[in-house]
């Protein structure tokens, strides 16, 4: 078992290294540090200009491996990390094929660094490894300073109470078993900007929603039940008025990582995500575990 990191020099910072780090140690497994080179799409015209390449990818590779290892080696010690260069025609191709080579169990990538400080922004190699990753996919928030213990805290897993979703969750609590965490089942109950026509009233759009809550906290219960989930287990139902607020409000500590499910989509071992789901992600102030269905 690994954990495997995309990793650049100059792009998204440290945010990837510390993630990977405390999902390593919490897993008590070795941590794989890859570096996509661009493969040219056609052949070299001359042997000049493969050698050029050659050293270019060389020197690449060699700055973001250096960069990498001062950015861990500020961290605490104790973890095994493998430095690895991959040349592939994308980013997300060479990944995957990282992933399969060393029968990873963990994808971690970075937001892209147009994003605001503390929220997750999916760049252009993320959304295509979560359409196509066969394995989950960790995201680190823009700037994620990394757990203040050095490994994760909590697990918190997203319910949006569809019986689609409830082999996530067992999957989320199957995984706090493994790496012996808390265990925490949310569902987040939004009321969105045109939830009700104006004439319903507030009073009644409230009292709607306060049904709503009845009903989510029955089908957490329920989970519980059915034995998906523990005793110890947290369940929960957040609601605020848009997802930024519900997000905001759902206490999270320290160290902790939010599990998302997949949509069905193709082959059913990838990631997709749906809409709820990526509303919940750019809206997290934690890492996002995206497992698929």
Known sequence: MTVVVGYLSG????APLRLGVAAARSARTSLTMATIVSKPWLTPPSVRTDTRYGTWADQLAAESAEEAQGHIAALPNGLSVD?????????????????????????????????????IEVGSTADR??????????????????????RFT????????????????????????QLGLPLRVV?????GRTMYPPEVGLHAEDSILVAWEEHARELLAQLRADGVVGQNAVLQVVAGNGWGQVLGVADWQDGEILALGTSPRGDAKHVFLGSR?????????????????
Not at 86 to 112: M, N, T
Not at 133 to 149: E, F, M, N, Q, T
Not at 165 to 177: D, I, T
Request: proline fraction near 9%; charge should be positive; hydrophobic fraction near 40%.
């Open 11 to 14: 792009k998204g910072g440290a």
């Open 83 to 119: 430095y690895r260069r991959y040349a592939d025609r994308s980013a997300s191709g060479g990944l995957v094929q990282v992933v399969e080579d060393l029968s990873a169990d963990l994808l971690v990538l970075g937001s892209s660094a147009d994003g605001k400080p503390g929220q």
């Open 129 to 150: 490894l979560l359409h196509s990753s066969p394995v989950p996919v960790a995201i680190a928030p823009c700037g994620y300073r990394g757990a203040g213990a050095g």
């Open 154 to 177: 909590r697990i918190t897993c997203a319910y949006p109470g569809t019986p689609e979703a409830v082999p996530v969750v067992q999957r989320s609590a199957e995984m706090a078993e």
């Open 187 to 191: 569902t987040f109950a939004v009321r």
């Open 277 to 293: 789901a990526t509303k919940i992600m750019r809206h997290s102030p934690v890492p996002v575990l995206v497992l698929p269905g």
